[in-house]
């Protein structure tokens, strides 16, 4: 199979600061292949429904995925990655799909970075 490009997957931890707040850390971050499809009319709509916008589609191999939730995902040619929020995850056999919505884009203002 050809893969279209190289995504980061970054998985998080949310955990209270020394005051109670919950903050993000990251704990990992891992560059796979992945497919860059379009999302299905359904999945779309049904996003909608709910209140939340599905952009883009990821397609990566199951053995690859370890339930991340933060996908950077760089355009051919781009300088930054688009940082993309999975919203649903489902699989296919021995492939992840994965539902996201945009969490920011190189040009955000006040852009804050998964890093």
Same mark, same amino acid.
């Given at each position: 199979m050809n893969w279209s490009g190289t995504a980061v997957l970054v998985k998080?931890?949310?955990?209270?600061?020394?005051d109670g707040y919950r903050t993000e850390t990251e704990i990992s971050r891992r560059e796979v292949f992945v497919d860059?499809?379009?999302?299905?009319?359904s999945e779309f709509y049904a996003a909608q429904q /709910?209140?939340?916008d599905i952009v883009r589609t990821f397609k990566l191999r199951a053995v690859?995925?370890?339930?991340?939730?933060? /996908?950077? @995902?760089?355009?051919d040619g781009a300088d930054e990655a688009t940082v @993309?929020? /999975?919203k649903r995850d489902y699989t296919k056999g021995e492939f992840y799909y994965l539902n996201c919505s945009l969490k920011?884009?190189?040009g955000s203002v006040g852009r804050k970075r998964a890093t």
């Amino acid at each position: 199979m050809n893969w279209s490009g190289t995504a980061v997957l970054v998985k998080m931890e949310t955990k209270p600061d020394a005051d109670g707040y919950r903050t993000e850390t990251e704990i990992s971050r891992r560059e796979v292949f992945v497919d860059d499809l379009s999302a299905t009319r359904s999945e779309f709509y049904a996003a909608q429904q /709910v209140g939340t916008d599905i952009v883009r589609t990821f397609k990566l191999r199951a053995v690859d995925y370890e339930s991340e939730r933060i /996908v950077e @995902y760089k355009e051919d040619g781009a300088d930054e990655a688009t940082v @993309y929020e /999975v919203k649903r995850d489902y699989t296919k056999g021995e492939f992840y799909y994965l539902n996201c919505s945009l969490k920011s884009s190189p040009g955000s203002v006040g852009r804050k970075r998964a890093t």
